[in-house]
Every structure is written in structure tokens, then in C-alpha cells.
């Protein structure tokens, strides 16, 4: 699970710093690698080698929000919804956090690496060679 510190400025103008939650479970990441042809790295190395900018927007997109959650108070589950996804990407926390790793391909690759168990093959190889703008 990865906790995500996100400052930003909210649309009343206010300035917030707000924590984020973000974890994909082994069946999430077993999902996503059998929906994918070839596997989600294989899928991730094809659209790297071909520079493929819009996929690869579209692939952290779906990251991003299939990842997001909020904790319960006991600690037990991680809850995820299409109703809170849909929530956290109208904010505009989800928009400094979406270009940022559009737009780093390090902070994109620890993002990744964060959202998986440790004990989960890491698939973020492909990421350390996006074809992104470091700031």
C-alpha cells in the first residue's frame, strides 16, 4: 500500500494537504496481467518501445484510479468503488498526482512499485524507459 501526500489547491481556492491511499491486491494485479495480451509488462514494454504517449497515459489513468481506495477504521480492508474513483479523479489531487507521473518516469516507476505487495513480481521495468519529460 502506498500513502500519498498530495498538497494542493482545491476549487473554492483554498490550499489542502490531504493524504491518499493507493493499493493493488495480488487478484488485482492477476486481473490485470490475464486481461492484458501477453501480461501487463509485455502489454507495458510493446507500448514503451513504440513510444506510444496516448497508452500510456491511458494505462496510468486506469492505474491511478483502479488502485485508489480508502482504508476502513479497523484496518481490515481497503476499500475501492467506481463511485470513489470516479470522486478522487474529479479533484484536483488526482490531477497533480496524474502529471506528475505523466511527466516523470522515476516518480512513475516508485508509484507502481508502491501500489504492489512486496512480495509481487515488479512490473515497472518498462517505466524506467517512458518516453516522458523529466522536470
Sequence with gaps: MLKK??????YDGNERTEDFYFNLSKAEIMEMELSMP???AQTLNKIVAAQDGEKIIKI???????AYGEKSPDGK???KSE??????SQTEAFSQLFVEL???ADAAAQFVNGIIPA????ITAPLKQAP???Q
Excluded at 496510468?60 to 483502479?66: A, D, N, R, S, T
Excluded at 463511485?83 to 478522487?88: D, G, P
Design 5 to 10: 501526500t498530495i498538497t494542493y489547491i482545491d
Design 132 to 134: 516522458v519529460k523529466q
Design 102 to 104: 505523466a511527466t516523470n
Design 119 to 122: 512480495d509481487t513480481p515488479k
Design 83 to 88: 463511485e470513489l474513483s470516479a470522486a478522487f
Design 38 to 40: 501477453g501480461g501487463m
Design 77 to 79: 480492508r481497503f476499500i
Design 60 to 66: 496510468f489513468k486506469e492505474i491511478i484510479l483502479k
